[in-house]
């Protein structure tokens, strides 16, 4: 949220890739406070927008906006193929080879190869180590102002972030 509003996408157009001029905020489904990636498969004919949204650990969808069930909840990437920017379809979520739908994705940087079939993905991976939070006390100074940030949020001390190498060929169903 900021000023109260839910965050969103807002779509922009330029003919010469330096002055961009506002045309509307996108309808579409998603979180919307980090990395999102539109691009245009000249194959296809379509865009493709890789955003972020959470899940429960059922799988199930929510309210992205509702910030208790948010805490609770697993990051991860969506995939939608619009005709144009303003007709939207709701976001699926991506499948992985190694079957696992709760590692938690933060960014997605998801391109397709120009000279092939082929997406290419360098998401952040996002864990929480909280259960770790007895470790932090090892961790180089300045220890105190860790342990005051971790007061007033506990993940802003116990959360760590690497990079994952992601492909796929329709840019769905990704190896990692």
């Not at 922009?12 to 691009?39: C, P, Q």
């Not at 972020?52 to 990437?77: K, P, T, Y």
């Not at 960014?107 to 993905?121: A, C, L």
């Amino acid at each position: 949220y900021i000023d109260g509003k839910p965050l969103s996408l807002h779509y922009y157009k330029s003919r010469d890739g330096y002055s961009f001029e506002f045309v509307r905020v996108l309808d579409i489904y998603g979180a919307f406070d980090t990395l999102n990636t539109l691009t245009y498969d000249t194959e296809k004919k379509k865009y493709r927008l890789y955003l972020r949204s959470f899940h429960m650990e059922d799988g199930s969808d929510f309210d992205v906006n509702d910030e208790v069930l948010r805490a609770q909840a697993f990051r991860d990437i969506r995939t939608c193929e619009p005709e144009d920017m303003m007709h939207w379809t709701k976001p699926k979520r991506l499948t992985y080879d190694d079957g696992e739908d709760n590692l938690q994705l933060y960014t997605n940087g998801i391109k397709k190869y120009h000279r092939g079939d082929v997406f290419i993905g360098l998401p952040t991976r996002y864990n929480d180590r909280r259960d770790d939070i007895h470790n932090c006390k090892y961790l180089p100074k300045p220890g105190a102002v860790r342990e005051e940030v971790m007061t007033r949020n506990i993940r802003f001390g116990t959360a760590v972030t690497d990079c994952v190498f992601m492909h796929s060929a329709d840019g769905y169903y990704f190896c990692r």
